[in-house]
């Protein structure tokens, strides 16, 4: 075993970190601050033959192994307990193409720099709200985010990729290449193979109006109500997010931080022109704190970076909803007055204008009939203040769900095991399913959130 070992090590361009190495527990360190896992190799690869090599090596010894892109995950699911992590990270590279405006990217990159290339260009991919996400994880689960109600999701602009399988071939997959892993990567996660690179539609976006608007934390059913009337009318060039959470400190004014609100995170992508007449409707909600203005793209994708640095302590809850009845308003309420810590909130993002378009079968992606994919999650730096924060997202969660479309946005899960994976993918299970059986018919992609092939 030792001699395969060091063949296979000397096939890898990259370093292959091992726990006896130096930097073995920097290395081994994910987003999230509550995963501990201690793999048996973390091979940091630098081009694809390093990841052909790592599969291979990997099935062909039976060892477990679990794919780590550029970014957060926040159920850990980049990494694993004694198998082999193939870390993307060296993976980096974006290129704008200017003729018909689309961006290849590495698959180790993350947002921030996708986001850094476009802009001079005047453009945008869409692609969640905080810039340290990675960019392979977020594609293949969906990518929701404030450009969502004008350009869909990010796998709505997804146009090919190129991916190592389970055998350790590559292949290129778009709408007229292997259609059904084309189709299958768009929202069924890392099951069917590592994306190395991808290639996505940009669109114009260079400066957007955006920012938060607050209210106190009583208000919250009156002002989900009148939300979900309001931003689903609204011209798609405004996208808002709402939410239940403390403001934690600076840069908000000293009277706010430490009170809990619900607040609304908008972001505007029209003419400025417009924005005064189109916001109107917001202001005579008289928020008791805005802070909306005009802001190049990249400055509202890092607003809240530096509130959520690498190692806190995370965990995560997710539901779609189809409305915002008054049952489920006044658990808002409820579950909004008892956040635990500074960092702990719920996001509800709107799945309405381009993102509602697709059909419910034309991805994996199975909820476009809802209104909000939403989030529940328990933050905080003390490791001794796990068990609160997970307890209240939990509950949190637990009492939202009757209200809930049964299934959840996968970017937003933990390990909730097989059952919870199926009502994700509703009517597309079946069909995700066959296409796994054919491409990854002994499971080697199962460190995710796992589509099981037939045995």
Known sequence: MEAKFEEFKAQIRGEVILPDNENYDE????????????????????????????????????????????????????????????????????????????????????????????????LAVPAGIISTTGVGGLTLGGGVGHLSR?????IDNLLEADM???????????????????????????????????????????????????W?????????????????????????????????????????????????????????????????????????????????????????????PKGLQWYWRADFFTDLGPEARAEHKKYGSMIPTPLSQMHLYPISGAASRPGLTDTPWAYRDAKYAGVFVGVDADPANAEKITDWAKSYQEALHPYSSGGAYTNFMMDEGQERVRDSYRQN??????????????????????IKPKS
């Open 27 to 122: 290395s081994r360190k994910v987003y999230n601050g509550m995963i501990n896992k201690h793999p048996g190799m973390i091979i940091m690869c630098v081009d694809v033959a390093d990841v052909i090599a790592s599969v291979n090596y990997g099935r062909d010894n039976n060892i477990l192994v679990a794919v780590r892109g550029g970014g957060h995950n926040g159920g850990g699911l980049g990494i694993c307990d004694d198998g082999m992590v193939i870390d993307l990270s060296g993976l980096k590279f974006v290129r704008v193409n200017t003729a018909d405006n689309t961006v290849r990217v590495g698959g180790g990159n993350i947002w921030g720099e996708v986001d850094h290339a476009t802009h001079p260009f005047g």
């Open 150 to 154: 004008k350009y869909g999701l990010t």
């Open 164 to 214: 190592v399988l389970a055998d350790g071939s590559v292949v290129t997959v778009s709408a007229d290449q292997n259609e059904d892993l084309f189709w299958a990567i768009r929202g069924g996660g890392g099951n069917f193979g590592i994306v190395t690179s991808f290639k996505f539609q940009a669109h114009p976006v260079k400066t957007v109006i955006g920012g938060p608007t607050l």
């Open 216 to 308: 106190p934390i009583e208000r919250t059913e009156e002002i989900m109500e009148w939300y979900h009337g309001f931003i689903h009318n609204a011209e798609e060039d405004l996208n808002g997010f709402v939410a239940t959470m403390i403001i934690p400190g600076p840069p908000f004014p000293d009277e706010l931080h430490l009170k809990k609100f619900c607040g609304i995170v908008w972001c505007y992508t029209g003419d400025p022109e417009k924005f005064n007449e189109l916001f109107k409707p917001v202001l005579e909600k008289n928020p008791i704190f805005q802070h909306v203005g005009e802001m190049p793209y990249p400055s509202v994708q890092t607003l809240f970076d530096g509130l959520f």
């Open 429 to 450: 299970y079946d069909r995700l399913v066959n296409i796994k059986t054919e491409y990854d018919p002994g499971n080697l992609f199962r460190v995710n959130q796992n």
